[in-house]
Antibody, heavy 118, light 111 residues
């Protein structure tokens, strides 16, 4: 059973870079597409992007210019960086596995709230 | 505004059945059999209930079932239980440049 745990600062200042890490346990980092999803307060879910262990990435076009997802296979971790944040980036951020067998998210972390505020 | 449309809330009594709809377009729900459903209890990790429209992962109760007609997918929960009270989200593959799109979520209240 794959388990995911997000970590990172809960408060980021406007114009700075949001950085989060997802630690993977119970599964091989080379099995899944490792994804980030977010949910702004009172709104629906939004897919941010994914990375495969080989380094292949795919990003939501609406965020592509500001997003970088990377993977560290030696630490069984993958990370999200979102630059030039504004209050609109305030959200609960989830890491999740995008199944290699189809277009669905097998496992999710509990999520971490990131607030953008000065 | 979410790409897929779900009712904001539904309710039912224990033992009853409820259905949650998820409406998209021919570029997502209607064009592919890649609809999935997730259950989310507050402060917990979302849980995959249904994938590929109607398939249940191992360990998910058969009280949960999925279907699709045209551009609308549906999640049916039969024999409602108090523990089913949660938020439910649909998702679909999209042929647009956004790989996956989600619904806005439906809050299920068990009366």
């Amino acid at each position: 059973q794959v388990q995911l745990q997000e970590s990172g600062p809960g408060l980021v200042k406007p114009s700075e870079t949001l950085s989060l890490t997802c630690t993977v346990s119970g599964g091989s980092i080379s099995t899944y597409y490792w994804s980030w999803i977010r949910q702004p307060p009172g709104k629906g879910l939004e897919w941010i992007g994914y990375i495969y262990y080989s380094g292949i990435t795919s990003y939501n076009p609406s965020l592509k210019s500001r997003v970088t997802i990377s993977v560290d296979t030696s630490k069984n971790q993958f990370s999200l960086k979102l630059s030039s944040v504004t209050a609109a980036d305030t959200a609960v951020y989830y890491c999740a596995t995008l199944s290699p067998r189809g277009y669905y998210f097998d496992y999710w972390g509990q999520g971490t709230l990131v607030t953008v505020s000065s | 505004q979410s790409a897929l449309t779900q009712p904001a809330s539904v309710s039912g009594s224990p033992g009853q059945s409820i259905t949650i709809s998820c409406t998209g377009t021919g570029s997502d729900v209607g064009g592919f059999n890649y609809v999935s459903w997730y259950q989310h209890h507050p402060d917990k990790a979302p849980k995959l209930l249904i994938y590929d429209v109607s398939h249940r992962p191992s360990g998910v109760s058969n009280r949960f079932s999925g279907s699709k007609s045209g551009n609308t997918a549906s999640l049916t929960i039969s024999g409602l239980q108090a523990e089913d009270e949660a938020d439910y989200y649909c998702s679909s593959y999209s042929s647009s440049s956004t790989l996956e799109v989600f619904g806005g979520g439906t809050k299920l209240t068990v009366l």
